[in-house]
Nanobody
């Protein structure tokens, strides 16, 4: 199983980034997919999750109204559109997947993980 996140970078506060996660060797269309982030010295934090069919989604309180998760099952890809970025959004962003059909908010809910992509927001 491979989950490869991309799209991170350096952006000024108020700007936008779009993260992408490509999945391979995974029954992607049956997986709930999530995004988590981890800043230095902090625990891994839930960002967003989307159901297998894409009809349901869930967001962490700190990103509600600014981030949008979406997926393209034909391309085995999950996306995270991040708008109005803040310096506190700076972290390594990881995509994750599970086959238990839960919109989990805990890292332990997910069996499959990618290596992450760095997002840095300058003030």
């Amino acid at each position: 199983v491979q989950l490869q996140a991309s799209g991170g970078g350096l952006v000024q506060a108020g700007g936008s980034l779009r993260l992408s996660c490509a999945a391979s060797e995974l029954p992607f269309s049956r997986c709930t997919m999530g995004w988590f982030r981890q800043a230095p010295g902090k625990e891994r934090e839930f960002v967003a999750a989307i159901s297998a069919g894409g009809r349901s989604s869930l967001y962490g309180d700190s990103v509600k109204g600014r981030f949008t998760i979406d997926r393209d099952n034909a391309k085995n890809t999950v996306l995270l559109q991040m708008n109005r970025l803040k310096p506190e959004d700076t972290a390594v962003y990881h995509c994750a997947g599970n086959l238990n059909y839960l919109l989990g908010q805990s890292p332990s809910d997910y069996a499959y993980w990618g290596q992450g992509t760095q997002v840095t927001v300058s003030s």
